[in-house]
Nanobody, 129 residues
Framework: EVQLVESGGGSVQAGGSLRLSCTAS????????MGWYRQRAESECERVSS???????YYGDSVKGRFTISKDNVRNSLYLQMDSLKPDDTGVYCC???????????????????????WGQGTQVTVSS
């Protein structure tokens, strides 16, 4: 059984930092594109950042220069370092393992099941002004 478990969410003031972690079991990181997605209020699912099996990274425009994705293949763990957080970063964040060279695009993620790849249960990030 594949499981992805996130940790590290919480509440922080604007300008602060949080580090999200995701530990996966039942799958091999190299077989998937790993990513962080978020669901903000009244917004569609957004791919925040992802990293391919080859280590190629992607960042959404709104987080470039502020967020850093990394992974540890030995520990089957994925991380997202979030710095200079803004109130607009508030949302539910989740990690996902999707087929290599793909990513998810859809109206909803993190708060309800997604019929594509494997997903964690989500962790709330709240940034206050």
């Amino acid at each position: 059984e594949v499981q992805l478990v996130e940790s590290g969410g919480g509440s922080v003031q604007a300008g602060g930092s949080l580090r999200l972690s995701c530990t996966a079991s039942g799958l091999t990181f190299d077989d998937y594109a790993m990513g962080w997605y978020r669901q903000r209020a009244e917004s569609e699912c957004e791919r925040v950042s992802s990293i391919s099996s080859e280590g190629v990274t992607y960042y959404g425009d709104s987080v470039k220069g502020r967020f850093t994705i990394s992974k540890d293949n030995v520990r089957n763990s994925l991380y997202l370092q979030m710095d200079s957080l803004k109130p607009d970063d508030t949302g539910v964040y989740c990690c996902a393992a999707v087929p290599s060279n793909t990513y998810y695009s859809g109206p909803s993620c993190c708060v309800e099941p997604v019929p594509f790849g494997f997903w964690g249960q989500g962790t709330q990030v709240t940034v206050s002004s």
